[in-house]
């Protein structure tokens, strides 16, 4: 398994503002994704945060908008970009080790994002 | 494509009830099935997972069948407790398991 932290845990924010979440993970991991989970809704994935190479993002999601840094194995970060209220979510980190060790992906915490 | 689709919430029982939340999937090829938990204010937990048809999966008195023919992986618990009280997601990955695709999630309550 894995221990994965988020940092910060919740936040207040201005419209037009931008807030970066950062992912530390206790122990090397293939791979690392963002997810969004919006008030009362279940999770979408943002993007697939690649290590040295830009991330993979999924249908309705942008670099501009969700900007995802992964600079090594254990970490990453996800900015949320120019805040509207309809940003306003849980963000969450979560980790996949070798698919064929460990079928399943753990989660952090999340980030829960109020945007004013 | 890929897509989960769960029962909507809420679902309120009393203590020591017995709980079914239905879940059916469409998927091509064949995925691994996943019974996720998230607690008021916490992340979300693997509960159960079956990675292939017949399998069940069981933890802390929950199990849940890989029914291939009827594409479903109902989540049931024999009796209840408060302290199970969260949101469930029912969850599908690839083959390659680089991708999850998760169920709109149920709430449960329970009274005691």
């Known amino acids: 398994s894995a221990v994965i932290s988020q940092k910060p845990s919740r936040d207040i924010c201005q419209r037009g503002t931008s807030l970066t979440i950062q992912c530390q993970v206790d122990?090397?991991?293939?791979?690392m994704f963002w997810y969004r989970q919006q008030p009362g809704q279940s999770l979408t994935l943002i993007a697939t945060a690649n290590q040295g190479s830009e991330a993979t993002y999924e249908s309705g999601f942008v670099i501009d908008k969700f900007p995802i840094s992964r600079p090594n194995l254990t970490f990453s970060t996800l900015t949320v970009s120019n805040m509207s209220p309809e940003d306003s979510s849980i963000y969450l980190c979560?980790?996949?080790?070798?698919?064929?060790?460990?079928?399943?992906?753990?989660f952090g915490p999340g980030t829960r994002l109020t945007v004013l | 494509g890929n897509s989960v689709t769960q029962m909507e919430g809420p679902v309120t029982l009393s203590e020591e009830a017995f709980l079914t939340i239905n879940c059916t999937y469409t998927a091509t090829g064949y995925p691994s099935l996943f019974w996720y938990v998230q607690y008021p204010g916490e992340g979300l937990q693997l509960l159960l997972k079956?990675?292939?048809?017949?399998d069940k999966g069981s933890n802390k008195g929950f199990e849940a069948t890989y029914r291939k023919e009827t594409t479903s992986f109902h989540l049931e618990k024999g009796s209840v407790q408060v302290s199970d009280s969260a949101v469930y997601f029912c969850a599908l990955s690839e083959e390659n398991f680089n991708k999850f695709y998760f169920g709109s999630g149920t709430k449960l309550n329970v009274k005691p």
């Open positions: 122990s090397q991991v293939t791979m």
């Open positions: 079956a990675t292939k048809a017949d």
């Open positions: 979560s980790v996949f080790f070798d698919p064929y060790s460990y079928n399943e992906q753990f």
